[in-house]
């Protein structure tokens, strides 16, 4: 409307400039009608120029409108495209991510776990799954270990399978462990592990008895150790070249390493040499045959 009366009023100028025409004046001096014809013009042009505007704004409107439905479909059709560029370039999960992944499911089950040489003696717990794909698996004090076990593997060397079995509902396969055994004493459950219970300390004596046993065909060998307490507090300690360590009595290392005999055997390894120690003794009461 602004730029209506402004148009107005420069017509109104421009006639009144040709008004002053001395001419056009004397004209205009003699035929009065005119007179209310040249005050009309202003009135008559006002409403014209201003639908003339209107009519210009809604266009403008209109034109701004279409721009703006142009700008939404572009930046539409934008983040489209780098949606699906994100999707292209971004990172493949590893397999140890995928069992990673897999394994957090399952925090705090029990698992059965197999390696090359068996099957573990019990169904430890997965009790950690780090963010550098770092499985920790607890086995507690029970009736096949004397003593608590953590043992850790990268899940790119594990193999799951998520078929229940009994309690567990999935079976790992270690290819590879990662690290040491750490041993934790005779806890039962893995928040009790920073306990005074979990760490023993064990005076070890003179070995009590020796296994060694290869797998034909193959370099691959395997030795068990006994060894006995040196304060001779009765207790005992079995020490397996894949790692795995057992603090007991007689009965219960004595349970421990024919199991572990029983499984080498199972895998295809072959007792080469067993027997007590030299200068033993008879205080070394092993129930191993």
């Not at 029990?110 to 003696?121: K, L």
């Not at 034909?216 to 005992?236: M, N």
Request: hydrophobic content about 40%; proline content about 5%; some cysteine.
């Amino acid at each position: 409307m602004k730029r209506a009366f402004v148009i107005a009023a420069v017509i109104e100028l421009g006639f009144v400039v040709v008004l002053l025409h001395s001419t056009i004046k004397d004209f205009l001096w003699t035929h009065p009608w005119w007179h209310s014809f040249l005050v009309a013009i202003p009135t008559i042009a006002l409403p014209i120029l201003a639908c003339l505007d209107l009519l210009h704004s809604g266009e403008a409107n209109a034109l701004r409108a279409k721009a703006s439905e142009l700008q939404a479909a572009l930046d539409a059709e934008r983040n489209k495209q780098l949606g699906e560029i994100a999707k292209n370039t971004a990172r493949p999960v590893t397999p140890a991510e995928r069992n990673a992944a897999i394994l957090r499911k399952y925090l705090r089950a029990r698992v059965i776990v197999t390696e090359d040489h068996g099957s573990w003696g019990g169904t430890p717990e997965i009790v950690e799954v780090n963010d550098d794909c770092i499985v920790t698996l607890f086995t507690p004090r029970g009736p096949y270990t004397s003593n608590a076990t953590a043992i850790q593997a990268h899940c790119g060397d594990l193999e799951i399978t998520e078929v229940p079995q009994g309690a567990c509902p999935a079976r790992l396969k270690i290819l590879k462990r990662y690290g040491e055994p750490v041993h934790f004493g005779e806890i039962t459950q893995w928040e009790d592990r920073f306990q005074p219970a979990a760490n023993p300390k064990f005076a070890k004596g003179e070995m009590a008895y020796s296994s060694d046993y290869e797998k034909p065909g193959s370099s691959e060998i395997r030795k068990l150790f006994i060894y006995a307490s040196r304060d001779s507090a009765g207790s005992f300690r079995l020490e397996a070249s894949t790692g795995e360590t057992h603090t007991g009595d007689n009965v219960t290392i004595s349970k421990r390493f024919m199991e572990l005999q029983i499984e080498y055997e199972a895998a295809g390894f072959r007792r080469m040499h067993s027997g007590p120690s030299a200068g033993a003794g008879g205080q070394h009461k092993l129930f191993i045959h």
